[in-house]
């Protein structure tokens, strides 16, 4: 990934460390079996932080609750640094997905994205999708009828 632009390095980076919180960590371990080699900057650790919310999607803030986290923080052999923070308490998505940050920043990104983060996508993509059929599916079409004195 070249640095040319830094709003663009940013949103993709905002973009693939989304899709690796969301994976499901065993799709993400079976897609990125053998983690390379690496130091530990931190351990993954388990937390928890504040969620909040907005009512209607665009009004004040209010905290919802807390929502259990792992994160991870490492330095590939080549100096990249990847982190990642991932939802619930697995240690090993948060060290997959720090590592393949980090990945992500070398000259691997190429092949890093077509083995590990397009089959992520695809399976989020068709999660979605079938979601969406399913709340479809329930959708009812209300109408009223238009009676003589309302004419």
Do not use: Y
């Not at 070249?2 to 079976?30: C, F, Q, Y």
């Not at 083995?115 to 979601?131: C, F, G, M, S, W």
């Amino acid at each position: 990934m070249t640095h040319d632009n830094p709003e663009a390095v940013i949103s993709a980076r905002k973009t693939w460390m989304g899709l690796l919180a969301r994976a499901k960590p065993a799709r993400l371990a079976e897609l990125f079996p053998a983690l390379p080699s690496h130091d530990l900057l931190r351990q993954p650790e388990i937390g928890a932080v504040m969620v909040q919310g907005r009512i209607g999607g665009t009004g004040l803030p209010f905290n919802l609750g807390e929502m259990t986290v792992t994160r991870c923080s490492l330095r590939l052999a080549s100096g990249a640094v990847g982190h990642a923070h991932v939802h619930g308490r697995d240690k090993g998505h948060a060290l997959r997905a720090a590592a393949v940050d980090a990945l992500m920043q070398t000259a691997e990104a190429a092949e890093v994205q077509a083995a590990v983060l397009t089959p992520l996508q695809d399976a989020e993509t068709a999660r979605r999708a079938n979601r969406a059929a399913k709340a479809a599916a329930t959708k009812v079409e209300f109408f009223t009828l238009v009676r003589g004195e309302d004419q």
